[in-house]
């Protein structure tokens, strides 16, 4: 199992930028893929992006492409997230999940608790 513990969030202005982190700890060998969800309030839980851990390759989702970064360290165990142009509506709990990939929760083995993100306008 992979325990994931996430930080960085917090109460942050519109227009700003926000990074995240996400460090990694257990058998951390099955996670080839490290992936960041949110979930607003009364909202579903909705992919936002994902690393390859072998190789760095990220994908990410569509309406968030071009303000979205991942990067990883791979001697830290650490997945990096930075969200740039902040909008309210990017308001949430930010999650790191662990697995083998996808964009659907329901892929994903191992979550961490979460983060809140909140954006004032």
């Known amino acids: 199992q992979v325990h994931l513990a996430e930080s960085g969030g917090g109460l942050v202005q519109a227009g700003d930028t926000l990074r995240l982190s996400c460090k990694a700890s257990?058998?951390?060998?099955?996670?080839?893929?490290r992936a960041w969800f949110r979930q607003a309030p009364g909202k579903d839980r909705e992919f936002v992006g994902a690393?390859?851990?072998?190789?760095?390759?990220?994908h990410f989702a569509d309406s968030i492409k071009g303000r979205i970064t991942l990067s990883r360290d791979v001697g830290r165990n650490t997945v990096y997230l930075q969200l740039s142009s902040l909008k309210p509506e990017d308001t949430a709990v930010y999650y790191c999940?662990?697995?083998?990939?996808?964009?659907?929760?329901?892929?994903?083995?191992?979550w961490g608790q979460g983060t809140q993100v909140t954006v004032a306008s």
């Open positions: 999940a662990a697995g083998r990939g996808g964009t659907a929760p329901g892929q994903y083995e191992d």
């Open positions: 257990g058998q951390t060998f099955a996670s080839y893929v």
């Open positions: 690393i390859k851990w072998s190789d760095g390759t990220t």
